[in-house]
Nanobody, 124 residues
Framework: QVQLVESGGGLVQAGGSLRLSCAASGRTFSSYAMAWFRQAPGKEREFVAGISWSGGSTRYADSVKGRFTVSRDKAVNTVYLQMNSLKPEDTAVYYC?????????????????WGQGTQVTVSS
């Protein structure tokens, strides 16, 4: 099984940056595709970014394209989300997710494992 623990959230001013980390445990992590989702108050959880098992393919939601970067380091079983030029509308709880498929999906239902989430708050 895979267990996921997010960290790196916090309070930042608009225009600032944060880097989220998702530490994974489990021998099969390297074969899993990973993704970041977020959920703002009163809204549904939405796809933010995904990365394939190899790290060679990524995808981003239109709302974060050009500002966020997803990456993974298999040596330390960690996935990252670098968030730059943050906006107040990026405020949400950010979740890391893993799928045993080697390729990412944008639908929540395709993911087998979830972290507990980390709060990101962007002030104007």
């Amino acid at each position: 099984q895979v267990q996921l623990v997010e960290s790196g959230g916090g309070l930042v001013q608009a225009g600032g940056s944060l880097r989220l980390s998702c530490a994974a445990s489990g021998r099969t992590f390297s074969s899993y595709a990973m993704a970041w989702f977020r959920q703002a108050p009163g809204k549904e959880r939405e796809f933010v970014a995904g990365i394939s098992w190899s790290g060679g393919s990524t995808r981003y939601a239109d709302s974060v394209k050009g500002r966020f970067t997803v990456s993974r380091d298999k040596a330390v079983n960690t996935v990252y989300l670098q968030m730059n030029s943050l906006k107040p509308e990026d405020t949400a709880v950010y979740y890391c997710a893993a799928t045993s498929s080697g390729y990412y999906y944008t639908q929540r239902s395709q993911y087998d494992h979830w972290g507990q989430g980390t709060q990101v708050t962007v002030s104007s």
